[in-house]
Structures are given as structure tokens and as C-alpha cells.
């Protein structure tokens, strides 16, 4: 059983630029949720998708946005990057809503 | 954003020590969740907490969910240095009054062993 894997690991942007982060969930698992976890701050919520559905989003700009595909895998999209988006991106997969979450590593963006 | 109180903040122990942290929310949790974080990786499950009161070890790791449903508590026994890390509580909140199945973080606790 493969666990939550994402990509890239690592990852320098442009202030302005956009970028997408993939993550693909544990197997069995059909909810993913995405957090921002900016140095020394605990994880932040952006949003979870439940079924390739958006089920509860935190407090993100609409240029946070996110999909999720028919095999649950997810991406998520940041537009115009700014230089406060700089932070590491996890991704969790849960085997349902509100059941416990198993997290990727993470990836680490840097905006310059 | 919503974030959660942990303390302390961050600690240095012997190694051998007991430590103890405890995570406090304003509003009511039904799932309280530890996590262990190390540098570059994401966090990991220790616990998870389902009812108020309930006592649940893993190894030398003891968490308890408040009787008020506001607060969790994590203990260490006699702390190894592989002990260090960041540790995370983590609650969700009743999905009718929050709307979503969302997990509140805390501001974690640094944990770092002296040999």
C-alpha cells in the first residue's frame, strides 16, 4: 500500500507566475485536503475535495484553487504567486470526510 | 487563519524526562489528532482521540481527550533522543457548526532531547 506521494519536492517560482502541485492520495482513500505551512507556523487549511467535489475551503484568495480527478489524486493551483506564498504545501488523503488524515511530504515553494 | 494554542512552545529535556504538552481550543472538538513533524517531512499520526475523557497510549506516547471537549493532552515517558521533532495537536470541529470535516492545527511544540 503506497502512501500519500506528492510533487515536486522542491520548487522556485517568480513573484506573478503560477504554479500547480500534484498529489496522489493513499490507495482507498477518496478525500483529499490541502494545508499551507509557512515556517515555524503550524499547517493552515486551504480546502478539501470529497469525491472530485470542493468540500469546505479555508481562508485562500479564489487564485487558491484545486481539482480532484476520478482516481482522487489532486492537484492544487496558485495564481499570480506572491512572495508571502512561500511555505511548504501538504496534502492529505483520508479514507473519508473527517476521518484521520495521512500526509505527503510535502512540497516547498519558494516565491522570489 | 484559525490556528489552535499549544504549550509550550518549545522544550528542552534529558533524556529520560517525562514530558507533557496540552493543546486548548475556544469552541467544542469531537477528534482530537497528534501529529509528529520532522524537518522536510510531513506530519505523522500518533493518536487519534474520539470521545471525551478517552485515555489512548502508543509505546512510550499517552494522549487523553478533555472532558470539556476544548483541550487535549500529549505525554512522553522516558524521552530518547529520536523523540525530537515538532508535535502538532490537531481537532475537528462539529461539522454542523463549521460546515466542513476540516482540521484546526496548533502552533506545535518543539521538542529537542539532550543525550
Known amino acids: 500500500e503506497t502512501g500519500v506521494t506528492q510533487s515536486p519536492t522542491h520548487l522556485i517560482k517568480t513573484r506573478g507566475q503560477q504554479v500547480t502541485l500534484r498529489c496522489s492520495s493513499q490507495s482507498g482513500h477518496n478525500t483529499v485536503s490541502w494545508y499551507q505551512q509557512a515556517l515555524g507556523q503550524g499547517p493552515q487549511f486551504i480546502f478539501q475535495y470529497y469525491r472530485e467535489e470542493e468540500n469546505g475551503r479555508g481562508n485562500f484568495p479564489p487564485r487558491f484553487s484545486g481539482l480532484q480527478f476520478p482516481n482522487y489524486s489532486s492537484e492544487l493551483n496558485v495564481n499570480a504567486l506572491e512572495l508571502d506564498d512561500s511555505a511548504l504545501y501538504l496534502c492529505?488523503?483520508?479514507?473519508?470526510?473527517?476521518?484521520?488524515?495521512?500526509f505527503g511530504s510535502g512540497t516547498r515553494l519558494t516565491v522570489v | 487563519g484559525q490556528q489552535l494554542n499549544q504549550s509550550p512552545q518549545s522544550m528542552f529535556i534529558q533524556e529520560g524526562e517525562d514530558v507533557s504538552m496540552n493543546c486548548t481550543s475556544s469552541?467544542?472538538?469531537?477528534?482530537w489528532l497528534w501529529y509528529k513533524q520532522e524537518p522536510g517531512e510531513g506530519p505523522v499520526l500518533l493518536i487519534a482521540l474520539y470521545k471525551a475523557g478517552e485515555l489512548t497510549s502508543n509505546g512510550r506516547l499517552t494522549a487523553q481527550f478533555g472532558i470539556t471537549r476544548k483541550d487535549s493532552f500529549l505525554n512522553i515517558s522516558a524521552s530518547i533522543p529520536s523523540d525530537v521533532g515538532i508535535y502538532f495537536c490537531a481537532g475537528r470541529p462539529w461539522v454542523l457548526t463549521s460546515g466542513t470535516y476540516k482540521y484546526i492545527f496548533g502552533t506545535g511544540t518543539r521538542l529537542k532531547v539532550l543525550a
Open positions: 492529505a488523503s483520508s479514507l473519508d470526510q473527517g476521518t484521520v488524515y495521512t
Open positions: 469552541s467544542i472538538f469531537n477528534t
